[in-house]
């Protein structure tokens, strides 16, 4: 497994728009799958979307509407673009990734994490 890197994360009014981004140094983006989770305070980590390596996407019922997920080919890079932010959204933010070929990052490495924080 290799260490992903997220960035992005933040302190942001409700209503507010934040992009978190994952990349894994060293790998490749294009043709791989990449999951975002979270973890709240005192709660279990719950999945929040997924890109597929043929660029299927997924959301929970709770973002959906209100996130996106992408990938920056030249760039090697994963975005999650939330907008419309609301107080339960905050949480440490992770990535993980999924399936690929063999130029992408391990499966089932995670990153260390982002915070987000919306306040009311």
């Known amino acids: 497994q290799v260490q992903l890197v997220e960035s992005g994360g933040g302190v942001v009014q409700a209503g507010g728009s934040l992009r978190l981004s994952c990349t894994a140094p060293g790998f490749s983006s294009d043709g791989c799958g990449m999951d975002w989770y979270r973890q709240a305070a005192g709660k279990q980590r719950e999945w929040v979307s997924t890109?597929?390596?043929?660029?299927?996407?997924s959301y929970a019922d709770s973002v959906k509407g209100r996130v996106a997920i992408s990938r920056d080919k030249v760039k090697h890079t994963f975005y999650l673009q939330m907008s419309n932010l609301k107080p339960e959204d905050t949480a440490m933010y992770f990535c993980?990734?999924?399936?690929?070929?063999?130029?992408?990052?391990?499966?089932?490495?995670w990153g260390q994490g982002t915070q987000v924080t919306v306040s009311s």
């Open positions: 890109i597929t390596e043929d660029d299927s996407t």
């Open positions: 993980k990734t999924g399936y690929g070929g063999y130029w992408c990052p391990p499966f089932g490495s």
